[in-house]
């Protein structure tokens, strides 16, 4: 069996990279960064069969590299964690351009263009799991985060389209929506300096949110709120709170500290 996660050298990637291998699955695992090494021996150390990919997925060339990699191994991927992804925190106004249309091409057209490829594949064999990660941030309204929310909110909404679109194919699809998480996201975001950033993010851990994803995955659920209850109050409330209030919320925990 084979599984393929993205954004697998730290994070919620790494985790879901863990307990695959702890399942069984062997895995091929992509990232840029120079984390990815270190991260495929620990799997390694799982007794399973890693594939390294360093490749950048905000570009096309990137993603199609990997999946020539994926090919060459000549074995079905049986589970594709399409989990790669990163923030820019900040108002609009004051944001780079640049970063924020990284961000998107990561974010959003890196995950249509792999999905493509593992879709193509899954569907012509009758079967196969895919889990997108989104965020809980894709159901509100995200001052100061502004263009992540609404990549995440564009994950969200393709993943549960592509799923009623296989309901008759054998391959599932399901949307992990974490909340604020103890990664490294919110630094390389430049949000250290904020209430989420500095607190909230302990609110849950990248183990338990990877581990609640592949449970809702292989019970073939269409998305899951990972793995705070607050997040999964907040979840079930997100649809409910106006827009208005959901906005006040996100400003207050993702405005710096130092700002009135």
Known sequence: ?????????????????????????????????ERLTEAAETFR?????????????????????LWEEIEELGQPVDVACINAG?????????????????????????TIHLAKYVVKQMTARGE?????????????????????????????SFAH???????DTGVTVTALQPGPTDTDFFHRAGMDNTKVGSEGKSESQPDDVAKEGLEALFAEKDHVYAASLKTKIEGKLANAIPGEVKGAMHEKMA?????K
């Open 1 to 33: 069996m084979l599984a393929v996660v993205t954004g697998a050298s730290s994070g919620i990637g790494y985790e879901l990279a863990v307990e695959l291998a702890r399942r069984g699955y062997d895995l091929v695992v992509a990232s840029a960064g």
């Open 45 to 65: 150390a799982l007794g399973r069969n890693v594939l390294e990919a360093r490749v950048d997925l905000a570009t096309p060339d990137g993603v199609d590299e």
């Open 86 to 110: 990163v923030g820019v925190g900040g108002l609009f106004k004051d944001t780079d351009l640049d970063e924020e249309l990284d961000m998107v091409s990561l974010n959003c057209a890196s």
């Open 128 to 156: 196969g799991r895919i889990l997108f990660t989104s965020s809980i941030a894709g159901e509100m309204v995200a001052p100061r985060e502004a263009v992540y929310a609404a990549t995440k909110a564009f994950v969200l």
């Open 161 to 167: 389209s592509l799923r009623f679109e296989l309901k």
């Open 255 to 259: 405005r710096p500290l130092d700002e």
